[in-house]
């Protein structure tokens, strides 16, 4: 393994200098000097990067780190949460969820989070990290990511980076609703959720209604909804039905 040598940037350094509280002085070293080699080295990817170092190597150092390191990683969850509402005034706007997978060769089987899964847009299976991600959004010019969640498939071919360790499987709506739980635990304020049409679902709408959420949901086109008759059903005697729903496709 080929590690740069290089100095922390300043920048850096100072920019994640409110993760501190939760970090050693050698993992907040450590951090800044990966996040350093990161920009440096490879503008932020991170596939990029563990390339350069590792070439053709089949350990992510970087996975490694971040895992033996023991960072308490909801700890720094809490500080990058209170850190952004204390750089920016929040009120209102939406929630964005949104689902990405990072695609990788077999070479890369060892870094935590990647499994064999179906990409729906290739219409083949390949070994890729599936992250759910929340987002915040006041509409204009604020955008940043809240939280974000690795999906686990439920059933697969084991991968080395588990070490053995059995994997909990949460679907994609499950991880969302729980992120948008924490945000509003963490004190962002109430929001539209806006989201595809993967999360376009009955029971993640039943979670939102539960939370007391606005949604704007993008649904499949062979999905069939209920709304409201256009015009009110009678029954034979002339009386108002109970029934006023329509289902249509």
């Not at 053709?56 to 996975?63: A, I, N, Y």
């Not at 969820?97 to 070479?107: R, S």
């Amino acid at each position: 393994m080929n590690i740069p040598c290089t100095q922390r940037l300043f920048f850096i350094v100072t920019g994640l200098s409110f993760l501190q509280a939760a970090l050693t002085n050698i993992q907040f070293n450590n951090l800044t000097l990966v996040a350093t080699a990161l920009v440096l080295g490879s503008g932020f990817s991170l596939t990029s990067i563990s390339r350069m170092w590792l070439k053709e190597k089949c350990v992510s150092t970087l996975s490694y780190f971040f895992t033996d390191a023991q960072i308490r990683i909801s700890e720094v969850q809490k500080l990058y949460a209170q850190h952004a509402q204390s750089v920016y005034t929040l009120e209102g706007g939406n929630y964005l969820i949104d689902d990405t997978m990072k695609h990788h060769t077999f070479l890369c089987k060892c870094i935590h989070g990647v499994c064999v899964l179906f990409d729906h847009a290739l219409k083949t299976n390949l070994k890729a990290i599936c992250i759910v991600v929340l987002y915040y959004s006041d509409g204009l010019l604020i955008k940043f990511p809240i939280n974000f969640s690795i999906y686990y498939q439920e059933k697969g071919k084991p991968m080395p980076w588990q070490r053995r360790k059995e994997i909990k499987c949460k679907k994609k709506y499950e991880l969302a609703i729980e992120m948008i739980e924490w945000a509003l635990k963490m004190g962002f304020p109430k929001g539209i959720v806006l989201a595809d049409s993967w999360f376009g679902i009955g029971p993640f709408v039943k979670e939102l209604q539960r939370l007391k959420l606005s949604y704007v949901l993008e649904i499949k086109s062979n999905y069939n909804v209920n709304v409201p008759c256009k015009k009110p059903r009678l029954t034979k005697t002339g009386k108002l039905a109970k029934n006023q729903i329509d289902k249509i496709s």
